[in-house]
């Protein structure tokens, strides 16, 4: 696995060596594992506190749910969301705290609050000011393959060369961010399990992970919860099991092994305190 390092404003990650842990935080009614009992801002506030306390070295908040069929919402209902939970959080924690936002005029405001990351599934492409912000802050980037949007990325998505074609779409993603002038050393790339794949579709990128090493930057993947390691879990029923069950919590720490030992440096997770321990061994016999 290839090595490193992040060094911006008052923070320095080392990636590869040990394994990074992004914390979710949405301060949403509606995403699709936690929607609702982090809305408020006390809640949230809580909850990423002891996401910290558990081990996170990132903390991702979130106002817009982008699970599959989304509508999404305006960028001031964004604002008037995690606004209030960045300002209490950047005097409270001592990580940086990541931005989950496809807009710019959110970004800017949470970069202004001290937040410290721009976490954009969209890779620049859904506002063309976003660039602009992350070069402004001089903070890294986390760009993510997504295949469609939100509301439609979910019917039949087709690929004629799955891997090629996602690999693809982060190169040239590479090139537009250090084209507006962010650092080659700021960006972190997402292959974006569930968005725009099928079931196959994510156990193929999570097996071959290591085919994204060749664009020579960080990897961070985000499994957790998500509909196909409930899918599989479900088996033959009709019923698929429900992103709270102790078994998709297992089938979670599963994919995130596999991608870990695949090339991942950071993994974007619900429950810090299970995969804090799932990593440190994993990373110690990486490492024997």
Known sequence: MKHYTLHWNRF???????????????????????????????????????????????????????????????????????????????????????????????????????AAIVNDISALQMDDQMAAVAVKYDVPVILMHMKGRPRTMQIDPVYDDLLGEVKAYLKTAIGRARQAGIASDKIIIDPGIGFGKTVAHNLQIIRRLSVFEELDVPILIGTSRKAFIRKILSGATATELSADRPEVETGTQATIAMAVNNGAHIVRVHNVANTKAMVTMLDAIRNA
């Open 12 to 114: 320095h990650l080392e990636l590869g060596h040990r394994t990074a842990i992004m914390g979710i935080v949405n301060i949403t009614p509606d995403s699709f594992s936690d929607g609702g009992q982090f809305y408020s801002t006390e809640a949230a506030v809580s909850q990423a506190e002891r996401l910290v306390q558990a081990g996170a070295d990132i903390v991702d908040i979130g106002g817009e749910s982008t699970r599959p069929y989304s509508e999404g919402v305006s960028a001031q209902a964004e604002i008037d969301r995690v606004m209030p939970v960045i300002e209490r959080l950047t005097t409270r924690i001592g990580v940086p705290i990541s931005i989950d936002t496809n807009k710019a005029a959110v970004a800017e405001a949470a970069l202004a609050a001290g």
